[in-house]
């Protein structure tokens, strides 16, 4: 249970360090341990492609090229969880214009609003993006409540939580038992992620990646603990991390990626 950091500028080798790396492990041991490469979504098929064509290597089964979508698919299907039918993007759009229709009457600002083209597909960014970033029905409502404590409670930004809080309501009861919302693979899939084989002992390569979704960080604190190694790349001058950097910095974004990821792997327990 570790984890090491890979630190360079642009073009310093980092992601060849990790596609010679696994090679080598592939070489020595066709049948050992998983070997898992996590990228970004849209480099899957090149990186995928790059690791095909490395020098000396005819072939492989331990090591696969996964997506943090991909990740979480694999594990719900190994531990279950990902069993129920899945709601496509469309799906979602007309359930949610379904359930603004029937809860009109609760609605304080949503009601007009929703008969504008295209509320349906804004009201779902929004509650993609409070998955992603891990808030639940229960901040909505504690920053509701603050807000009225504070005697706002008829601002925009008020009524905007409430009508949040209660279609969150009605969508997670629509769901309930039938479906699940593909927003939510991460967080079911770090719950369970410990558990896995496909991670169990494994060494996991993390690449390509400036920044993380709290719900991106919950899957990479499960690694942290579930895998035998873990290995991540980041876009930073090696000279630059003893330090704070400031917000006009050049690497200050990726930087504080680093300064969490350290902070996280302290909590764990994890040896850097």
Not at 30 to 57: K, R, S
Not at 236 to 259: G, N
């Amino acid at each position: 249970m570790s984890v090491r950091f890979i630190l360079g500028r642009a073009g310093t080798g980092k992601t060849r360090v990790c596609l010679d790396n696994i090679t080598k492990a592939l070489i020595e041991d066709p049948n050992g341990p998983p070997i898992i490469l996590l990228v970004p979504d849209q480099a899957t098929f090149q990186m995928e492609h790059m690791l095909v064509n490395m020098p000396d290597l005819p072939g492989f089964a331990r090591a696969q090229v996964l997506s943090f979508k991909r990740l979480a698919t694999r594990v719900l299907a190994e531990l279950g969880g990902g069993g129920r039918k899945h709601i496509k993007e469309l799906g979602k759009v007309m359930a949610l214009r379904s359930l603004v229709q029937e809860n009109a009457d609760s609605l304080r600002l949503f009601a007009s609003a929703s008969k504008q083209y295209g509320f349906a597909s804004c009201l779902s960014s929004t509650l993609k993006e409070l998955s992603a970033y891990n808030i639940s029905l229960p901040d909505l409502e504690k920053a509701r409540d603050e807000l009225e404590k504070r005697g706002m409670g008829d601002t925009p930004v008020t009524l905007k939580l409430n009508d949040l809080i209660i279609l969150t309501e009605a969508y997670r009861e629509y769901l309930s038992g039938t479906y699940l919302d593909p927003d939510e693979y991460l967080t079911c899939a770090a719950q369970r992620i410990t558990k896995s084989r496909l991670v169990r002992d494994a060494t996991i390569w993390v690449d390509g990646f400036r920044g993380f979704t709290p719900q991106e960080y919950s899957v990479l604190g499960a690694l942290l603990v579930a895998a035998e190694k873990v290995n991540i790349t980041f876009l930073l001058d090696p000279e630059e991390v003893s330090r704070p950097l400031r917000e006009i910095d050049l690497f200050h974004p990726t930087w504080e990626t680093y300064d969490y990821l350290l902070k996280l792997a302290h909590e764990l327990n994890v040896k850097i």
